[in-house]
């Protein structure tokens, strides 16, 4: 991989040659497992790019010191201190703590590191990194490379990293349209191969050991598991476990399907294992259910289940997993009407060697008491599901750090409070000594790379001398910001959403409406995401003076004090030169902005809605086209935020944020409602025509994505 490529030096360069010379000293074992061969490799170029000075290998004479370890081999492959969570035996990715301690002879600067694993190496080195010499690992595409004229640590320390988890990383939902969809799905696509393995690099430097993936229906079977099998090898080349996600019979959105005909259902999976274990899959993560919300035949379906574990068991050593979704079963349409699978000892004993994943959704974290999604009141079922689970078998915590659709990145909304949710299940998790935390990841535009990162980082607890590192949800952000009074502005906007959209509920007015959330049709009108308690249709048509007052004083008034305080906050901090088009300000900034000026929409909007409504229950005439014009005056102000935050993308704009033909059910990027801003203007458009359909301004085909067509 080529290393200049990701570079982003926002450290000035100084021209002064480097006095001191590094080295790294190893024994020549070290280069025999290619996860610490290319730990290693990758190492000696990265200090090279901040030192701009001779980096050796095996030099003792050289100014500067990192000593490896030797590692015993049999040793390393025993079972880690995770291992009596661990409920059955699975590929061993063993112990992979480490220590580094500096001490000085003489002008000698030693730097030496204590591991047991192969990983413990690999990590370490890149800890030492990014935690100690100033490299930031940030983003697959970006890093932040410094430029020392002196090694930076030169103080004696002892310092510890301790792993919180067994298994900790990142599952990329690509049943949407996200920066790595196509490549996961096509190798034959330009740089495929290698925009994976820049993430898979990511999970690497950023001390993760999980990659996990959605496989989708729409791949040429004939080629990708060639491909496949090429990103599963340089997953475990870098120590890192690879896991596929697919479904027993999901119709949804172009998910995999283990069997798709209701006839001989047991063979078609044995011939779709058999063809995915070409790849060496450490782990299968099964969807169980027919799609959201619906139940499907359970009794069936356990004995299908029961059936591949049985012969993955036989077959290969790769483990089955599986997420319990968040949606309650008594919630699940049909759920009474099939009958249970009578279990016996063997069929019990066999389901034990399954795990389970607990997944949350959103800004909410597993315990606070208000979490309206998904019709639940909150999320602890999640939680006591999680604990109660862990007594049987192995277990993960499994939360998001975006929600693509309309809850944030594609309206788009820039939601700090995820931060103080994953820091709060972490420290939960850590508490209740959860064995696997992997995220739920579906966007890194707008800022959202900020919580993926921040989430790897926290799954490894730092002490220095004994102290432990102190940590805050904001505190990686604070990281790449230089001034206090940036830093301020951070804080005090995560403050003010925490305030306004979730603590008082804001959040509700602030997301767009799914065609789920406008169907007529009470079983299909299910509320995924927090929905006001009228519908925008009924506050125009049947809302009441009451209703009118309650909504000016509950959601208007609100989302204009949240507007109001936030440009306050960014007027104190607005200096960044106009010149500055891709920092990491710029980008936080952009965010911010635009989450408060879709506040300022949402109000206008919703001021226009009543003031129609009243003027008709009063049968008077006012001018309500005024509010209606204001929200497109700021609909055409943030455009120009978006148009200037394209271009700063780091993957192609046409990719991600654009129309085009994928794998996916959607047939545009992630991004593309955000390049126009279709939600705003929807929006306005509903309520001007008070036309409020599902298919109104329609841009997905929900045929396609409900599995009916292709």
Known sequence: MKISTLLLATFLFCNSVFAQSISLIFPSSLLDTSITALAIKDAQQLLKQACNCEVSLNNANADVLLKLPAIDKAEASKLNHFAAEAKFPYRNFPEHNYSWSLTKENSKIILELKATSWQGVSFGLYGLLQEKLGFRFYHPKRMIVPHWNEFPVQQNFNWEAKALFDKKGFHLHTEHPLELTEQLHDGNLPHALEDVKEYIDWLARNGQNYFEFCLLESIDRKVWITHAKAIVDYCHQRGIIAAVDLSLHMVQQKTFQLYVSPVAKKKQVEKSLVWLMKADWDFINMEFTTAEFIAGNKKKKEELRLFIISWLKKNSNTKLMGRQHIVKHENEMGHHQHKELQWDSASLALDKERGVLSHTVMFYDMTEPNAPVYENKNQRHQFDFLL????????????????????DNSIPMFLLPYLSARLSDIDTCVK???PGHITFSSGWEWGYWLFDWSIARWSWQYTTDGVAQKRYPEMYAHEMLKEQSEKDFFSQSLQLQQQYLKDSS?????????IIDEMPIKAFNHEFQ?????????????????IIERVRREAIAPLNRFAGSTRRAMNVYDTIPSHITDSILSEFQDGIQITALRAQHRASVLQYILCRREAKIKHQKCDCDFYLNNATMIRNGAQKTVTHREQNYRYPV???????????????GYLYTVSNLYFWHREEEEARRNKYSPFFMGIWNMFRIAGIIN
Not at 390 to 401: A, C, G, H, I, L
Not at 530 to 546: E, G, I, N, V
Not at 654 to 659: M, N, V
């Open 388 to 407: 109660e689970q862990m007594k049987v078998r192995e277990t993960w915590y499994y939360p998001e750090s975006a929600y693509w659709v309309t809850f």
């Open 432 to 434: 209740y000594k959860v």
């Open 506 to 514: 804001l959040i509700k007015w602030m997301t767009a409406m799914t």
């Open 530 to 546: 927090p929905r006001p308690q009228w519908s925008y249709k009924f506050l125009q048509r049947k809302a009441d003076t009451s």
């Open 654 to 668: 046409e990719l991600i944020a654009r129309k085009r033909w994928d794998h996916t059910s959607y047939h545009t």
